[in-house]
Nanobody, 123 residues
């Protein structure tokens, strides 16, 4: 099973930017479509975006479309989430996840998860 580790979270001001990384190991990274999810306190885990195996297709939640961008480097076995124009409502724990099908928008459809990284946006 693929193992995933997120990094890059932290504190940002509203209007600022952060880039999250998710490093994969244990299985060929290019075998998997990848997704980003987030979970705020007291809320369900929600879909942020997904990318297919060769980066030719991406999907985003309406709440982040035009502000966030997903990319991947299959040589470095790393998934990225570039977050721009951050808002206070983007505050959450962000998770990367792996899936063998694409596109998938529900957390239950992903079988491998990282431990999460906290993103806090101050207004």
């Amino acid at each position: 099973q693929i193992q995933l580790v997120e990094s890059g979270g932290g504190l940002a001001q509203a209007g600022g930017s952060l880039r999250l990384s998710c490093t994969a190991s244990g299985r060929p990274f290019s075998d998997y479509a990848m997704g980003w999810f987030r979970q705020a306190p007291g809320k369900e885990r929600e879909f942020v975006g997904a990318i297919n195996w060769d980066s030719s297709r991406t999907y985003y939640a309406d709440s982040v479309k035009g502000r966030f961008a997903i990319s991947r480097d299959n040589i470095e076995n790393t998934l990225y989430l570039q977050m721009n124009f951050l808002k206070a409502e983007d505050t959450a724990v962000y998770y990367c996840a792996a899936c063998l099908s694409f596109p998938k928008y529900q957390a239950r459809e992903y079988h491998s998860w990282g431990q999460g990284t906290q993103v806090t946006v101050s207004s």
